[in-house]
């Protein structure tokens, strides 16, 4: 099974050394592989704290370990450090980079330290229909504000990655290739030559897209915070709004479609209307119409398809390195694969 990097007080207290004294350590519910925690800062006495470091911060730790992660998370905090960082700078609301330690020094990781952001998570609050299409159309705002960041690369930006190129095709290309690796390694059975053949035979469309855009990739409300005045109601009426949006640890540069598909990693349908409204109210444009197949540009509809079914790739597999268990677990890949089958069957691979 996948396993975490086992992490003592002392050395998360270590990591935050640069930035003040920790008082308090508290573990946070992390993702798969990374070691989360809430820390208290103090200065050394008659001092402050360095300017711009708050009183609370957020330690993530990924184990130094890489045998059981797919190609893609390999180097994936500096992923993350990279996405923080240029979304903070476009004054998008995402933790602010304070601290990155890759010295491994204290820790078996790597360490990345942000600012704590208050704020409940969507995926933990009962909210109404008139609630949820507020925060949908929040969140296509959010997108079309993230994609008119731009890069001078295409694929996924770790400084251990090798799934990035100059253009993207090339660059997906080797992203979807990753991950037929990562599954005859997990012994995954895949329709490889159909996969293969639907990213070579739509190479001309992937082309269109010329300029690295930043993608989230993982936008599902367990990834975004909330704020208003009556979140326990969840009244549409009570300035309910996305104050925060964490684990940016998947975000790569490419096509802003890729985002719809990373924000619902198990669709293969229609896509959200409220979501393409907040997006176009913002003044962003995919070209899908009212969100509803065939309607839209028939063009953007198959990139989707292309990006839906890499990430099903991904859902597949994955499941096998990290030893996922419960019941849950057969309907999700069975899923993941019945969406991969559909999708190649749309784009007549």
Not at 46 to 57: K, T
Not at 78 to 83: H, Y
Not at 145 to 174: E, K, M, N, Q, V
Not at 313 to 322: A, F, I, K
Request: charge should be negative.
């Amino acid at each position: 099974m996948l396993t975490k990097a086992s992490v003592t007080q002392d050395q998360v207290a270590a990591v935050v050394a640069p930035l003040g004294e920790a008082v308090r350590v508290e573990p946070l519910s992390g993702g798969m592989f990374a070691s989360v925690f809430a820390v208290d800062l103090a200065a050394p006495t008659g001092s402050a704290l360095p300017d711009g470091v708050p009183a609370r911060v957020v330690v993530k730790i990924t184990g130094a370990d890489t045998s059981r992660l797919l190609r893609y998370e390999h180097g994936i905090l500096t992923t993350e450090d990279a996405a923080y960082r240029a979304a903070h700078a476009a004054g998008l609301p995402v933790p602010r980079v304070l601290h990155a330690d890759l010295t491994r020094e204290h820790v078996d990781g790597d360490a990345l330290v942000v600012t704590f952001l208050d704020g409940a998570l969507w995926s933990g609050r009962e909210l109404d229909d008139a609630a949820t299409a507020v925060v949908r159309r929040g969140l296509g705002s959010f997108m079309a504000r993230l994609h008119r960041i731009t890069g001078d690369r295409f694929g996924y930006p770790a400084r251990a990655s090798d799934l990035a190129a100059a253009t993207w095709p090339d660059a997906f290309a080797r992203m979807v290739g990753a991950v037929l690796d990562d599954a005859r390694r997990w012994g995954v059975e895949l329709p490889e030559a159909r996969v293969r053949d639907a990213v070579a035979r739509h190479r001309d469309l992937l082309a269109r897209v010329t300029v690295p855009r930043l993608v989230h990739a993982d936008l599902w409300p367990g990834n975004v915070l909330l704020g208003g005045d009556d979140l326990a109601t969840g009244d549409a009426d009570a300035g309910l709004a996305i104050v925060g949006v964490l684990d940016a640890e998947r975000s790569l540069w490419g096509d802003p479609l890729f985002e719809l598909a990373g924000a619902d990693q198990l669709g293969a349908g229609a896509v959200d209307a409220d979501l393409l409204a907040g997006y176009a109210a913002e003044g962003g444009e995919l070209g899908l119409g009212d969100g509803t197949p065939g309607s839209g540009d028939a063009d953007a509809w198959a990139r989707l398809s292309l990006y839906r079914a890499y990430l099903a790739c991904v859902l597949t597999v994955e499941v096998v390195p990290r030893a996922y268990e419960g019941d849950w677990v057969e309907g999700y890949a069975g899923t993941a694969r019945a969406n991969l089958l559909r999708l190649l069957d749309e784009l007549g691979s």
